[in-house]
């Protein structure tokens, strides 16, 4: 006999099937940066999902924990979520198995991975826009961010659009939210210097997805965009030094793109490129005397100190990665 009432049955029923937490064993040998790159995760990762490991007193067989459960809130959203508790919209998707960011319901416990929460301010609010259709008054309340200048751009969190391995992932867990690029926003200004439409221009429109293109002015560009505030500060300072335009070679390209460019153009392995995250970009090299040059040269260096510089002959890529990489092509 059933000693449960059939509405808990049913409701029990009815929530998605619980995820396993993540965990790991430790093995001999282990440190805590070997831990790190075995799972992915940075020493702050594995300490908020852990707080009490010790560096010094690691044991084999010890269980570390790579999640940890959270209990969805009221009003809570996917993005919500993933903005406060430092992780991505993509990452909550794949641990969870969730395939639609509707899903999710106040009571229902989600696998996080282990991230640092952001302290930050969250660079998304909430904008909402008053319309008159015929006569009856309508409120909308969407997710924007807003660049230097006023332009907001709305934020795009379908787990189609957004999840892991789709056309717009963001293989590096940025935190840059994919935004929308309308076309009449294009000619309108990011930052002092710089226009949306220089970020959002396709190289090479054959490997993009042509639903995710649009046409304006002879070229092609995205659709939807991530574009990071903190880089748009880095060219503008870097634009004044140069004292003359820069050219931005290649601004945000598509999880996809970047995978199809590589593999067919290139023939090689596609990077986890900061260009899908929205903040890197390759910029033509400006056309400058030796001394001024060199200025140039150094300001990059400084500017992107805890980030990317990449030197070519023709170009420069620079990225605001957080940590410090530097290579030649
Ligand atoms: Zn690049």
């Known amino acids: 006999m059933n000693r449960y009432h059939?509405?808990?049955?049913?409701?029990?029923?009815a929530l998605p099937s619980p995820v396993e937490a993540r965990s790991y064993t430790i093995r001999p040998g282990d440190s805590y940066e070997k831990i790190g790159r075995k799972t992915g995760s940075s020493v702050d990762d594995l300490l908020t999902c852990n707080p009490g490991l010790k560096a010094t007193k690691l044991q084999i067989g010890q269980k570390v924990q790579l999640s940890r459960p959270y209990t969805v809130r009221p009003n809570d959203s996917l993005w919500d979520i993933a903005q406060r508790e430092g992780t991505t919209i993509a990452e909550i998707a794949a641990a969870n198995r969730i395939k639609d960011a509707d899903t999710i319901h106040p009571g229902i416990v989600l696998e996080l991975p282990c991230r640092k929460p952001r302290v930050a301010a969250a660079r998304v609010e909430d904008h909402e826009e008053h319309y008159t259709p015929g006569r009856r008054k309508k409120s909308v309340t969407t997710k924007t961010v807003r660049f230097p200048g006023g332009l907001r751009l709305e934020v795009v969190t379908d787990v189609?659009?957004?999840?892991?391995?789709?056309?717009?992932?963001?293989?590096n867990q940025s935190g840059n939210p994919l935004l929308k690029v309308p076309r009449t926003a294009l000619d309108d200004k990011v930052s002092k210097y710089f226009l949306l439409a220089e970020f959002a221009h396709i190289g090479t429109p054959s490997l993009a997805r042509k639903e995710y293109t649009q046409a304006y002015m002879g070229d092609r560009y995205n659709t939807y965009i991530r574009l990071d505030l903190a880089l748009l500060q880095k060219l503008d300072q870097l634009r004044a030094q140069a004292g003359r335009p820069l050219f931005i070679q290649s601004g945000y390209r598509s999880y996809g793109y970047n995978q199809r460019l590589y593999e067919r153009v290139y023939g090689r392995r596609p990077t986890v490129s900061r260009h899908s995250s929205g903040d890197g970009v390759d910029l033509d090299l400006p056309p400058l005397k030796k001394k001024q040059r060199q200025k140039f040269n150094q300001k990059a260096e400084n500017l992107f100190r805890q980030g990317g510089v990449g030197r070519a002959n023709g170009f420069v890529h620079v990225d605001d990665r957080g940590r410090r990489a530097r290579w030649r092509y």
């Open 6 to 13: 059939p509405l808990i049955v049913a409701l029990y029923l």
């Open 160 to 171: 189609n659009l957004v999840g892991p391995g789709k056309e717009f992932y963001d293989p």
